[in-house]
């Protein structure tokens, strides 16, 4: 089974500008969450989405939104981007949604914004 | 609210040594998840282990154990006979109960682990 992708694996913006990144999970997984990793902030739930639904929200500003499509990808969108915005942003699906539920990590995207 | 912690900033040995990787957690659920993760230098974060919180039987897994403490609230994790390639960091983590259901971890801020030879 292909594991969870991300694409792209690397990217450079200036601030002001959005980006959007992409997911697809794990064959069958319909659960997607997204996380940001900061040298700073360590690691943090950004939302969860589940069966094409945003299940939870982390505590992030309304600039970070996202979305999933009937096939489970998930697109994750980040507008008028800051500095501040630099991180690893990581993908995980699981089969089911609930705390119960391994989640399996993508390769993440790596977001830099100048 | 949750909170997993990692004291451990980086760990350093040699090749060979045994190593353990702490990890406590803090939470008011009574049903709860606790995960491991690795994460290479390419930044991937490799599922380890999860753990229900009514299962306090350590498990081995090769070179791999984790020893669960409920009463001291911890989850440790022990590399026998280390290798080069467990250099890593090491993330432990916490799933919670969440209103409605949901998939929401919080993790430990990780163990820099550098084995040597």
């Known amino acids: 089974k292909a594991g969870v992708t991300q694409t792209p694996r690397y990217l450079i913006k200036t601030r002001g500008q959005q980006v959007t990144l992409s997911c697809s999970p794990i064959?069958?997984?319909?659960?997607v969450s997204w996380y940001q990793q900061t040298p700073g902030q360590g690691l943090q739930f950004l939302f969860e989405y589940f069966s094409e639904t945003q299940r939870n929200k982390g505590n992030f500003p309304g600039r970070f939104s996202g979305r999933q499509f009937s096939n489970s990808r998930s697109e994750m969108n980040v507008s008028t981007l800051e500095l501040g915005d630099s991180a690893l942003y990581l993908c995980?699906?699981?089969?089911?949604?609930?705390?119960?539920?391994?989640?399996?990590f993508g390769p993440g995207t790596r977001l830099t914004v100048l | 609210a949750q909170k997993v912690t990692q004291a451990q900033t980086e760990i350093s040995v040699v090749e060979k040594e045994d190593v353990t990787l702490d990890c406590v957690y803090e939470?008011?659920?009574?049903?709860?998840?606790l995960f491991w993760y690795k994460q290479p230098p390419s930044g991937e974060l490799v599922f380890l282990i999860r753990r229900n919180s009514f299962d306090e039987q350590n498990e081995i897994s090769g070179r791999y154990s984790w020893n669960f403490q409920k009463s001291t609230s911890s989850f440790n994790f022990t590399i026998t006979a280390s290798q080069v390639v467990d250099s890593a960091v090491y993330f432990c983590a916490l799933s919670e109960a969440l209103t409605g259901g949901g998939n929401k971890l919080t993790f430990g801020t990780g163990t820099q682990l550098k084995v040597e030879l």
């Open positions: 064959s069958g997984h319909r659960s």
């Open positions: 995980a699906s699981s089969f089911t949604s609930g705390n119960r539920g391994e989640q399996f």
């Open positions: 939470t008011r659920d009574t049903t709860y998840y």
